[in-house]
């Protein structure tokens, strides 16, 4: 993995900038350390099959329990995606890791090749 978190300190410019450059079936847990609202995702998968990003918004995220998924999202062989929310969608905290698994699993499968991820929030 490779994460980074980039804050802005300027009241004006509120934004933290989340990147995983190398996204695997590992959790990245509670990367604001924070609450917020999720604004974007650009994903790019590498991979040379499906891949689903778990996203859990929740306190506590974990890989199994469906019930704490508030997103799970497919991007498509070698594809990228980019979702804009301008209204956001507010977490607790902010989890995510990536799968080839589509169901939730307690053992979700790594995918072929590390993915690459961002999202913006406030």
Known sequence: ???????????????????????????????????????????????????????????GGTLAGAEDIKIGLPTGNSGQKRLVMPAGIAFSEFTFYTTTTSAESASPAAPSSAATHSFTTT
Request: net charge neutral; hydrophobic share 40%.
């Open 1 to 59: 993995m490779a994460l980074k978190v980039t804050g802005f300190a300027a009241s004006s410019l509120p934004y933290k900038i989340i990147t995983e450059s190398a996204s695997t079936n590992t959790l990245n847990s509670n990367v604001t350390g924070t609450s917020g609202v999720l604004h974007s995702m650009d994903l790019d998968n590498n991979a040379n099959g499906m891949v689903y990003v778990k996203i859990h918004m929740g306190v």
